[in-house]
């Protein structure tokens, strides 16, 4: 979901580390702790845009090695550079050697990504898939999903690998200004869905390093639970809150999320 940027700050083992976002934004925040837990991978992102501009930002200073990519071209990557550390590079480059994969741009937009973009990532790679489908809003019909099939199993069809659903719902200015430490009685979560067991546990692992708990969302098949129109979609809650939440929704597309 697509908000403003906000700035946070962090504090990761003993080292604290403001991030300096660009001039008249919010720079005086609490500082947090948040663990950094698990090896670090190599990403690459496909879209910079409020999700992915702020993904760049939140695993470059987890200590990810990331490359990030747009549309537009690298050159107009600059300042996301210059704040994150992250290299920009083309869209059919952004996988290269990647153990990881973030693919984050309006699903109209999936079927035309570079042929064959995921051949240079290596074995096993997890692709995690940001997307939602507004059809009425910006990406026009697709009737598969008109049909039934999931928005992630459409991505997983249309770029011949499998996908784990994350971050769908969340306002992009969260994943700055809502990470806690792990116990947190205000830690929020985010609801993950895959097929893949242990791509999914990757992402899981991702979701609870970044400051959130992620709840176990089920297969992809069952991702039209987080889908927009659904009750956890955009929600901040707990655990518990996104477990009722993904309990209570209905398998339906209603008028507003429909061609």
């Known amino acids: 979901m697509n908000v403003p940027l906000d700035p946070v700050v962090r504090k990761d083992f003993v080292t604290t580390v403001v991030l300096d976002w660009p001039s008249g934004l919010l720079a005086d925040r609490a500082t947090l702790d948040v663990n950094v837990k698990g090896d670090k991978m190599k990403i690459g992102i496909i879209g910079a845009g409020n999700i992915g501009g702020n993904l760049t930002r939140r695993f470059t ?102 996908v784990v659903k994350a971050f769908n719902g969340i306002y992009a200015a969260n994943l700055l200004e809502r990470a806690r430490p792990a116990g ?3 830690r929020m979560a985010l609801p993950v869905a895959g097929d893949d067991v242990v791509a999914k546990k990757v992402v899981m692992d991702l979701v609870d390093s970044l400051g959130f708990d992620p709840i176990d969302a089920g297969r992809i098949d069952d991702s039209w639970r987080q ?24 398998h339906a597309r209603s008028v507003e999320w429909r061609a």
């Open 61 to 162: 200073h987890l200590g990810h090695d990331v490359a990030v990519a747009n549309s537009r071209g690298p050159e107009t990557l600059k300042e996301l550079v210059e704040q994150t550390g992250a290299r920009a590079v083309n869209a059919s480059e952004a996988a290269l050697g990647a153990d990881l994969v973030v693919v984050t741009i309006p699903e109209k937009n999936v079927p035309y990504l570079p042929p064959g973009f995921l051949d240079g990532a290596n074995p096993g790679v997890v692709v995690i898939d940001t997307g939602n489908y507004y059809p009425q809003q910006r990406d026009g019909r697709i009737s598969a999903i008109e049909d039934g099939m999931t928005e992630s199993r459409w991505v997983s069809e249309q770029i011949g690998h499998p």
């Open 184 to 186: 947190a009685s205000d």
């Open 227 to 250: 889908q927009p129109g659904a009750p956890v979609y955009g929600l901040d809650a707990d655990a518990n809150g996104v477990r009722l939440a993904l309990a209570a929704a209905h």
